[in-house]
């Protein structure tokens, strides 16, 4: 079965400092990934997608993630934190294989950014 | 373009009771799926419909139930509510089944008493 870690539920960092949010999957066949972004008490919107072909993807709001399939890693960074990047991180893990359209996310991470 | 919006935004609900929450796709997408986020964790599938069939499930008992419409909205139906469903729904609409990045819309929180 597929899964979804995020190590670091909670995570701090000065606003202008750079950022990484970590994810490790497990899933038997080529992974769909995604990471999105949940401010408090709304729905998710997508940062940004890895189907295939370079292993680095940008995504919006100066966001990307690398794919490291040795180490089924997915991890999200930012050279430059603005604070209005405070939210919840999701990454999560699609599954074209047994239940199409299916994601299986992680527990998050919280985003807190000093001033 | 229209985005995935649900309705309504906040709901509070005795136990033993049912409850329907509503979804309208984005235009263009004849695929939904329904996530439940209890507080802290991330979100579980529940199930997806595609052309107004279920076309799979999570880990969630029968009476989570859901319908698409020719339209492609949907809904999420869940009878005899208990405590633990208390949590954000979220609907997440697909331009096709084989496609799993998803648009989600806002979500409903459902408070069970």
């Known amino acids: 079965a597929q899964s979804v870690t995020q190590p670091d539920i909670h995570i701090t960092v000065s606003e202008g400092a750079s950022l990484e949010l970590r994810c490790n999957y497990s899933?038997?066949?080529?992974?769909?990934l995604f990471w999105y972004v949940q401010s408090p008490g709304q729905g998710l919107q997508l940062l940004l997608k890895y189907f295939s072909g370079d292993t680095l993807v940008q995504g919006i709001k100066g966001f990307e993630a690398e794919f490291k399939r040795s180490q089924s890693s997915f991890n999200l960074r930012k050279p430059s934190v603005h604070w209005s990047d405070a939210a919840e991180y999701f990454c999560a893990v699609g599954d074209l294989v047994t239940n199409a359209g299916k994601s299986t996310f992680g527990d998050g991470t919280t985003l807190t950014v000093k001033p | 373009e229209t985005g995935v919006t649900q309705s309504p935004t906040h709901l509070i609900k005795t136990r033993g009771q049912q409850v329907t929450l509503r979804c309208s796709s984005q235009s263009g997408h004849n695929t939904v799926s329904w996530y439940q986020q209890a507080l802290g964790q991330g979100p579980q599938f529940i199930f997806q419909y595609y052309r107004e069939e279920e076309n799979g499930r999570g880990n969630f008992p029968p009476r989570f139930s859901g319908l698409q419409f020719p339209n492609y909205s949907s809904e999420l139906n869940v009878n005899a509510l208990e405590l633990d469903d208390s949590a954000l729904y979220l609907c997440?609409?697909?331009?096709?089944?084989?496609?799993?990045?998803?648009?989600f819309g806002q979500g409903t929180r459902l408070t069970v008493v």
């Open positions: 899933y038997g066949a080529t992974p769909y």
């Open positions: 997440a609409s697909s331009l096709d089944q084989g496609r799993p990045e998803a648009f």
